[in-house]
Structures are given as structure tokens and as C-alpha cells.
């Protein structure tokens, strides 16, 4: 019984022996990569405000700590947060709905009263599901209503622009307005965005202004011309603030082509016309349009159910789609609080991040994108954010949606395409008017991988360069 004692202590003894060096090891290398990401603050960040933290992806400690409790803007590294929310409250497998009712008979292919199309806060609604919904009614022999095509959108409050975006950022694609009713011109989801196109080959004649999807009741104010192929394009497309106005101008090359998408002023009657436009096509007579609630006696006669949550979200962080944001906000405050709303949706998501173990005295935001210049974060928090996510059952599919460095493709590299070629680094990148950040995983030299959280504002210049060389020490060294 000795033997085995002595024989058991010695072993323990060489493990502790051979453990000690391994830890000096590691001990030096954060030294080290302290010192070098310390020397590029100081030579780089002089004149600014800024927050970075360096967590163990196993344990959660904290490697690297400079500002790391101070709050910053996080710009669209808030997603994180309204993501992870999204997944845990609402679950990867959730679908959002939008349904098509009734409210009176057909009789010799007249419907006696009105169609109504109901609005669940789908942020995915495309026009071929309108027109899968023109298709059905069709099928029930519809060709005239007594009545008019109405929109239920009071799933959601009628708010619907998010705090923080100033008049002149109203038409940029990135501004969207909120409906539960809303619809996007394409796959990637922009949402309560339409697609301008101007084209034209006869020169000194009006180009060709085109609207994708084609919807009657959004006017278009045409300025343009068309000159020598050759010349500078100096066509400039937007929106009249507070209407849903587009005005054209400037000169377009011949044979040449200019497009972009602006927000809608009126996604829910946006929506609508749209259908309208199918339906008119299908056969049906034009109907006017409202907006009212589904009464208690219609049929529902189609459901249109979304993509699962978590293939949303794929396309929510790797394109960084701020009205996705903003709608999964509502969404969750409908669902939690009954009340589809910015301020219950963050309620909700605050309740979230409490019950998950963050400090949410540490974390302020009024919206679900992180446009608001008056959000903060530290780096502290949001760097423990990404360790606590790495416990859930759906922790894999948020870590593929984020944008993976060096790597081509919107929907793989993303942000991230053109930055820290030769790293793994899968990680949110934000971006507002003086404020940089970059929050995910890093894997270091020895094969481990790291977390990490790089928050900077007021800056006069990009910091983008500054941020990808903290990231690259993180990897050299650890």
C-alpha cells in the first residue's frame, strides 16, 4: 500500500512539474501580447475613446483588460445582443407569419366584402409570397371584390422610425421604416427598401426610371437626361423627405445603367400595392386600398410562414440588416410582453441579458440595430456576452452567421471579406459616424481560439487598421 502511495505522490509531483512551465508559458505570451497591443493603443489612439477586452473562450477570464468597463457606442456590434436575444427567447426554429383573409362570400366570382392581408412582423416577406397569396385567391374564383384590399399592421405599434436617425438619412437603404406589415425587394432582405433602376440609350431624351418591385402609389419625379457615352453620370436618386416621393435628377451616359434602393415612406401601403399589382395581373379588378384590423368573422384563406429564425439571423449578422434588427426588437416585444414595440421589445431583451448573467448597468441602447449614436456597451460585457452564447444549443449557427475573415462572399466574409487574410477570426464589425468596433473569436498561434471585444469612438480617421493589428497580436502571441 506504501509503494502505491509513493508511486502516485511522484506522479503528481512530474505533473505539477510539467504543468508549471506551461503555465509560465502562458503567463508570458499574455504578457507579450499585452505589450504589443499596448504599444499600438498608445501610438495609435491618442486622441480617443476606446474599450478592449480579451477573454479565455474556455473559462471566460478576462486575459487583457484596457478600458475594458468603459462604455462605448457599439454601433452594430449591438446585434450580438439582439440576435442572441432572438434565438434564446423566440427559439431557432421560430417562423413569422402573414396571413390572407375574408370577410364575405363569392358569389359568381365576386367576393361580397374585402380582402385583408395580416402583417406578423416577417422581416422575409418577398414579392413571390404576394404572389402566392394572389395565386390562392385566385383559385377561390375571385376575379372582383365589392369591398378593397385592406392592411393589418397592428401587430406592431404604429411607430416607425427607430430613435436616432436624423431627416437626413430618412431615404438611405440602411434607414428603414418599421411595419409588422413590410415587404423586401430581395433575398437579402432589405427590409421596406425599393429598388430604383434608370436606364436609357437615346440621348437627349428622359432616361427610363423602372421601380422594383412596381408599386402605383409611389410617385416618381423624373429630372433626368440622357448624354454621350463617355460622360460622367451625375444622376442622383432619393426620397422627398415625409413622402414617398422619388425624385430622379442628373445626366446618365448612354447605354449605361444606375440603380439603388431607398426606403419606403409607407411600408405597410407599400406592401399592399404591391399585392394589388399581382392581383391585377391574376385577373382580378383594381380595388382601392386601406388599412384596418381582420374582423372577428373572416376566413383566413392563405398563411405565408418565413424562413426559421435561425436562417434569418444568418442573413441578420453577416449583412448587418439594420430594419432586422429593428423588427426582431418588436417581434420580441410582442411575443414576451404582448406589445410590439421598441421600448418592450428592449424590456425584453434587457430581462434577457439579466437572466443570462450580464451586467446590464454596463449596456444602454434604445434600438435593435445600433444606429443610435446614444447606445453604449463595454467590452468587458459584450466579450462576456460571446462566452455565456457559447452554453446554447443554437451557439453554432450564430457563430457560422458571423462575417469570417479573409473569406469571399457577402454571405460568408461578409464585412470581414477584405480584412486579416491568413487569421480565423469569425467576428460583428460596427460602424457609425466616428465610431469603430469588432467583437468575436479569434484563434491564436497554438490552435486555441480566443474571445475578444474592440470598441473605439471618436475617431477622426478609420480605425479600422488599428483594430485588425490588436487582432493580430491576439493571434501571434496566444
Same mark, same amino acid.
Given at each position: ?55 479565455? @473562450?474556455?473559462?471566460? #477570464?478576462?486575459?487583457? #483588460? ?5 462604455? *462605448? ?16 427567447? &423566440? ?18 366570382? /365576386? ?53 436616432? *436617425? /436624423? ?10 421604416? *418599421?411595419?409588422? &406589415? ?25 432616361? #427610363? ?15 433626368? !437626361?440622357?448624354?454621350? !457615352? ?49 392581383? @391585377? ?30 436562417? @434569418?439571423?444568418?442573413?441578420?449578422? !453577416?449583412?448587418? *440588416? ?26 425584453? @431583451? ?20 445600433? &444606429? ?15 462566452? !455565456? /452564447? ?21 454571405? /460568408? ?45 471618436? #475617431? ?19
Amino acid at each position: 500500500m506504501k509503494k502505491k502511495i509513493i508511486v502516485m505522490t511522484v506522479l503528481l509531483f512530474l505533473y505539477s512539474c510539467g504543468s508549471v512551465p506551461f503555465a509560465q508559458e502562458a503567463w508570458a505570451n499574455e504578457q507579450t501580447m499585452a505589450t504589443k497591443i499596448n504599444t499600438v493603443v498608445a501610438k495609435n489612439w491618442k486622441d480617443n475613446e476606446y474599450s478592449i477586452t480579451v477573454r479565455d @473562450i474556455n473559462n471566460g #477570464n478576462v486575459l487583457y #483588460n484596457n478600458h475594458g468597463e468603459k462604455m *462605448i457606442r457599439p454601433a452594430s456590434t449591438h446585434k450580438l445582443l439582439v440576435s442572441a436575444a432572438a434565438l434564446d427567447l &423566440l427559439g431557432p426554429d421560430y417562423r413569422f407569419a402573414t396571413k390572407a383573409y375574408v370577410d364575405g362570400p363569392i358569389i359568381d366570382g /365576386v367576393l361580397q366584402g374585402n380582402i385583408y392581408l395580416q402583417g406578423g412582423g416577417d422581416p422575409t416577406l418577398l414579392p413571390v409570397h404576394l404572389e402566392s397569396f394572389a395565386n390562392g385567391l385566385k383559385k377561390l374564383g375571385i376575379t372582383k371584390i365589392t369591398g378593397k384590399l385592406i392592411a393589418d399592421d397592428s401587430w406592431f405599434d404604429d411607430d416607425r422610425l427607430a430613435t436616432g *436617425i /436624423v431627416p437626413q438619412e430618412e431615404a438611405f437603404s440602411y434607414a428603414s421604416r *418599421i411595419s409588422a &406589415l413590410t415587404l423586401s425587394p430581395n433575398d437579402q432582405y432589405d427590409v421596406a427598401n425599393i429598388q430604383v433602376k434608370v436606364t436609357g440609350t437615346k440621348i437627349g431624351q428622359a432616361a #427610363n426610371v423602372q421601380l422594383y418591385p412596381y408599386a402605383s402609389t409611389i410617385p416618381i419625379v423624373n429630372k433626368t !437626361k440622357i448624354v454621350k !457615352k463617355g460622360t460622367k453620370s451625375t444622376v442622383k436618386i432619393t426620397r422627398e423627405y415625409g413622402a414617398d416621393r422619388i425624385v430622379v435628377t442628373g445626366n446618365l451616359p448612354a447605354g449605361s445603367e444606375q440603380n439603388t434602393y431607398v426606403t419606403v415612406y409607407n411600408p405597410t401601403l407599400f406592401t399592399l400595392d404591391v399585392l394589388r399589382e399581382k392581383l @391585377i395581373a391574376k385577373g382580378i379588378h383594381k380595388m382601392p386600398l386601406d388599412i384596418g384590423i381582420v374582423p372577428e368573422n373572416a376566413q383566413r384563406v392563405g398563411i405565408s410562414y418565413s424562413i426559421p429564425l435561425k436562417d @434569418i439571423n444568418f442573413g441578420f449578422l !453577416k449583412l448587418s *440588416i439594420n430594419g432586422m434588427g429593428e423588427m426582431l426588437t418588436k417581434q420580441l416585444g410582442k411575443e414576451l410582453l404582448g406589445e410590439g414595440s421598441w421600448s418592450a421589445g428592449i424590456q425584453a @431583451i434587457r430581462t434577457y441579458g439579466m437572466d443570462t448573467g450580464l451586467n446590464m448597468e454596463q449596456w444602454y441602447f434604445e434600438d435593435g440595430s445600433g &444606429l443610435n449614436h446614444q447606445n453604449r456597451v463595454s467590452s468587458m460585457q459584450e466579450s462576456l456576452l460571446l462566452y !455565456k /452564447v457559447r452554453q446554447k444549443p443554437w451557439y453554432f449557427s450564430y457563430l457560422e452567421a458571423l462575417p469570417h475573415a479573409g473569406r469571399k462572399g457577402s454571405l /460568408v466574409g461578409a464585412t470581414l471579406e477584405k480584412r486579416l487574410k491568413g487569421y480565423n477570426v469569425s467576428a460583428k464589425t460596427g460602424y457609425i459616424t466616428g465610431t469603430y468596433a469588432l467583437s468575436g473569436y479569434v484563434q491564436g498561434k497554438s490552435g486555441k481560439w480566443y474571445i475578444f471585444s474592440i470598441l473605439t469612438q471618436a #475617431n477622426k480617421s478609420s480605425a479600422i487598421a488599428t483594430i485588425d493589428d490588436i487582432v493580430r497580436h491576439i493571434a501571434n502571441e496566444m
